[in-house]
């Protein structure tokens, strides 16, 4: 059994293809990434023109784009503010709203709990179960839930934020994930101690783009405003998302084929002798006794996963692009 540990980079957040591939030398094609959640079909978005890069962008058009994604989330355009992605928010959250406690219902996507410990602050892990009994300042919930995919119900959300704004007490709402559960979103939810974040890069499949948007109360909207300042979000993030957010049939026909090449990616895994335990329509989490050894199998194929240093028997698999299964097949029919 192999005892070298995945590169800090792939445990941390996905991604990392060049480590990958400085640890690889011997992967002679082009790697296939599936480390990362985000749709491996991206959105056929033009990006601003040279006139438009030339100068700085209007707010105006910062307004357009946001009141186009308010559309999308079904939410008011008051209460939706654009930023140089979800990140953006999720960093600078203990500015925001000071000196808290928190509670993050996990195991998640580590950048929240790295937020507040970054502030000197201590969150506290909790399970699902926990979730209504917080009695944090700030209760974080990922939903769909990076990595394992779980899914809080609309109804269950709205019980946990009634009781928390009779006690004056947050509840941020990360909704990266959520046009894969667009039925759950509390996007549309009207609450001065509510905050849900959304992501336009991992759906879109545009991450490069560096968009994301916060949508709270406008006392918030303003406050965020003020750090991120005048020019939160690039021309190219406000063309290419005004002509995405603005396409609901490329959304309804991605989403359905998202999930038809979620179940394809799915038989592949369990007939390799993985265990699909989770995920969504972007991403799979699979269980294996040996999943440490498939990692780097699958890397010495020029096949990028996810590993994770708190559960060392999964891998979250991305979802390739339909041309590319033939080669995850390949990586997965040779013996560990």
Known sequence: MLSVRPHKEAIRHGGGLRAASYAHPEVTEPWLDLSTGINPVPYPAQPASAAERGRLPDPLELAALEATAARFFNAKPERVAGASGAETVIRLLPVLLGKVTVDI????????????????????TISNHQAYSSGSDVLVIVNPNNPDGYVFSKAELLRILRKRET???????????????????????????????????KFFGLAGVRLG?????????????????????????????????????WSEATLASLQGQAVKLDEALISSGFEVIGGTCLFRLARHSRA?????????????????????????????????????HRALEAEL
């Open 105 to 124: 219902v996990g195991p998640t996507y580590g950048a929240h709990a790295e937020t507040w410990r970054a502030a000197f602050l201590a969150p506290m």
């Open 167 to 201: 006690q004056g007490r947050w509840l941020v709402i990360d909704e990266s994930f959520g046009e894969c559960s667009p039925e759950n979103s509390m996007a549309d939810v009207i609450s001065d101690r509510l905050i849900v974040l959304r992501s336009f890069g």
């Open 213 to 249: 948007f916060a949508i709270a109360s406008p006392a918030f909207k303003a406050s965020l405003r003020a750090l991120t300042g005048d020019w939160p979000v690039s021309a190219d993030a406000i063309t290419m998302g005004r002509q995405a957010y603005a396409d609901p049939a």
């Open 292 to 328: 440490h050894d498939w990692f780097w199998k699958l890397c010495r194929r020029g096949v990028l996963t996810r590993p994770f240093d708190h559960t060392p028997d999964v891998l979250r698999f991305g979802l390739p692009r339909p041309d590319d299964f033939y080669r995850l």
